[in-house]
């Protein structure tokens, strides 16, 4: 069960920020810095990493890493960056970090390479908004209803979103493994033409 949010914290839902991007790349490479050798990947995620899409300005980012209980050493690392270790915070297996307090900037969502489950959802959901517009209008139309109802309890706001993030979570794995199929059946469809082409040279 997810870890209880605290219900009065402010909750402000803006247009999408082209500075977006570069705030994250800025702030990955805070992050390469703090985790070294165990990172292995960092991505953007959550709603500012979606062009068009309306979102609460805090850049959310997803480090994968090959070690994630090492991050538990890093305390005093991500401290010294203005970042607060929460743990898993709810979530088995993740590590949250989370930087400006009530006033958030960023958040770390931390998982181990081999979570799957946990990295692809995420990543997913990204890659489904940006690519259906009309999925992010109807999530953009949602989240700023819900913060002009909740202005102060985000407890609230996240819980009036739980139903569309996960039905559009479960269509962006399928929309995922769909495209991979797709993809894979080219690639197969590539080689057997290659194959074709060099036993014709060969004679």
Not at 187 to 196: G, K, N, V
């Amino acid at each position: 069960m997810e870890q209880k949010r605290s219900n009065y914290m402010p909750v402000r839902v803006v247009d999408y920020d082209p500075k977006w991007p570069e705030m994250f790349d800025a702030e990955a490479a805070v992050l390469r810095e703090i985790i070294g050798d165990n990172l292995i990947a960092i991505f953007h995620i959550g709603s500012t990493s979606v062009p068009g899409l309306k979102a609460k300005p805090i850049i959310d980012m997803l480090p994968v890493v090959r070690d994630a209980a090492a991050l538990d050493a890093l305390g005093d690392k991500f401290a010294e960056a203005g970042y607060e270790a929460m743990g898993e915070f709810g979530i088995p297996g993740r590590r949250y970090f989370r930087k400006g307090g009530e006033k958030r900037t960023h958040q770390a969502h931390a998982f181990q390479y081999d979570d799957v489950y946990s990295i692809l959802r995420h990543v997913a959901f990204r890659d489904y908004m940006r690519e259906h517009a009309g999925a992010r209008a109807a999530y953009g139309a949602l989240k700023a209803e819900l913060a002009a109802r909740f202005p102060n309890d985000l407890g609230s706001y996240c819980d009036g979103k739980d139903e569309f993030v996960k039905e559009y979570e479960k269509r962006a794995l399928i929309w995922r493994w769909r495209r991979l199929a797709a993809h894979a059946a080219i690639d197969l469809e590539s080689a057997r033409s290659y194959r074709i082409s060099q036993n014709l040279c060969g004679r």
